[in-house]
């Protein structure tokens, strides 16, 4: 139910953008901005609903958002839970917006990639569960 509300709240923010992208000369400044404003939001949104997650929480944050941390086993479920809730939409395309975690990202978002940072390939149990995920779609 989490991805149904999350995909008509992405489509419901998308439409004035999308409006406003039609009017504009396409590449130019308004029309990038028309593609990407709306971006930020529908990270913060799916932090806020747990369709995304943060795999290391950050020191200096611990304390007080103790529930969004999840570990690798967490984030495969979450993998293999997408793909049998979004099976029967027959999705054309399917992008995860990092491979890797994103270091200069703000520190909130860094730890949201497929793999570690730091290329550490002891622990790829996130990455098999999304080579699976494309296998079997």
Known sequence: MKILFASL???VLNIPFGYWRANVKRFSLGWVF???IPVP???VFRIFTELG???NLPDSLSNSLTDWQS???EQAEFI???S???KELQPQIVIWSFLYDQPLAPELFRHAGLLDSEADITDMTVWQAW??????N
């Open 131 to 136: 080579q699976q995920y494309q296998l079997n």
């Open 84 to 86: 049998i809730y979004t």
């Open 34 to 36: 028309a593609i990407h």
């Open 80 to 82: 293999t839970l997408f």
């Open 41 to 43: 939001f529908i990270i």
């Open 71 to 73: 570990t690798s086993e």
């Open 9 to 11: 709240f992405v489509l």
């Open 53 to 55: 997650w943060i795999r």
